[in-house]
């Protein structure tokens, strides 16, 4: 099973409070403490992935008013002897793994808007809209995986989950100007060089259909899915199904070229992924139970969570009613 180790640094006089409560915690599978000096004491605890976040905002409700206190989480690759699980055999596998906090650093670390942001989202531009030119598939999954547009998408879910302005603020920011920028270069790549609007990975994503809403739903329950269990693998496979970064180049270097009305249809594909990556991503860390700690902000962030569902599924109904009247025609 996977570990976690907990640190909490708190007043020494707390010392015998603290050991009290983990000894008849069931979840704590171990601890000890270290003595920081004369009026600090540093206790470790060894608890489940599962039980790491109860175990943490039962320290935090009961530590956490003195000035001093400090939790920190570590993740832990091994362990020897190994911990016996009592309960593998009857339990039921969460969907939910690491904890908020956990959760919380993985995401925020995507919002940072950094010289090696604004450097990946270049060379992933260029690498796509090279791929695509090329009509060349393997470059293509190259971009997608190199490219950090999926991040603050999944970011921005968790700040609405969370009711996290400051998050959401961040998330914004790092997708505004990353779409801008790969938006500007494919325009340029698509004014220089020559376009064929005829070849397949152009026209694959330059025309859509309701079963890319389909796609793009399940890759983004997906992606949260390995974010919340902390999976690399799946994520990569997320980043290549959902495709966000080859349906922008396209319509950048559509647009650049001239091809106004197939562009259209590209950025249309594009906004079909943005859309579903945020309602997906939204409505799973809702249904997992991902919540702000108090129970007022627990309370706001369950109305930014319909009032953000409601936003998104409004919108991608209008896309879903402009596919069907395409089809149409």
Not at 23 to 47: C, G, H, N, P, R
Request: proline fraction near 2%.
């Amino acid at each position: 099973m996977s570990l976690r180790l907990v640190e909490m640094l708190i007043p020494a006089e707390d010392q015998d409070a603290a050991e009290k409560m983990l000894e008849e915690e069931s979840a704590v599978l171990d601890f000890w403490y270290d003595w920081v000096s004369k009026k600090q004491v540093l206790v470790k605890i060894i608890v489940s992935v599962e039980k790491s976040q109860m175990i943490l905002d039962k320290l935090g409700e009961k530590f956490s008013h003195h000035s001093n206190f400090r939790l920190l989480l570590f993740e832990i690759k091994a362990t020897y002897p190994i911990f016996e699980n009592e309960e593998e055999e009857e339990k039921e596998e969460k969907i939910s793994g690491i904890s908020r906090e956990e959760l919380y650093a993985s995401v925020s670390d995507q919002t940072d808007f950094t010289k090696y942001y604004v450097l990946l989202i270049a060379v992933s531009s260029i690498v796509a809209a090279l791929g695509v030119l090329r009509n060349d598939i393997a470059i293509i999954i190259g971009a997608m995986v190199i490219a950090p547009l999926f991040g603050p998408n999944i970011a921005l879910s968790l700040a609405t989950t969370l009711a996290d302005y400051d998050l959401a603020r961040r998330a914004m920011r790092a997708n505004f100007f990353g779409i801008l920028l790969a938006f500007c270069l494919s325009i340029f790549i698509g004014v220089v060089m020559n376009v064929d609007p005829t070849t397949s990975q152009i026209v694959s994503r330059s025309t859509f259909s309701l079963g890319d809403i389909v796609l793009a739903l399940a890759a983004g329950i997906a992606g949260a899915i390995a974010f919340t269990r902390s999976l690399l693998e799946p994520l990569i496979g997320v980043m290549v199904a959902l495709a966000l970064l080859p349906a922008l180049v396209t319509a950048g270097i559509l647009f650049g070229a001239g091809y106004t009305m197939l562009s259209l249809s590209a950025f249309t594909l594009f906004l079909i992924n943005l859309i579903c990556i945020n309602l997906s991503g939204v409505v799973t860390f809702f249904l997992q139970g991902i919540k702000p700690r108090q129970w007022w902000e627990a309370d706001k962030a369950k109305k930014a969570s319909h009032q953000a569902i409601a936003i998104w599924v409004t919108l991608l109904a209008v896309l879903v009613l402009v596919i069907i009247y395409t089809q149409w025609l």
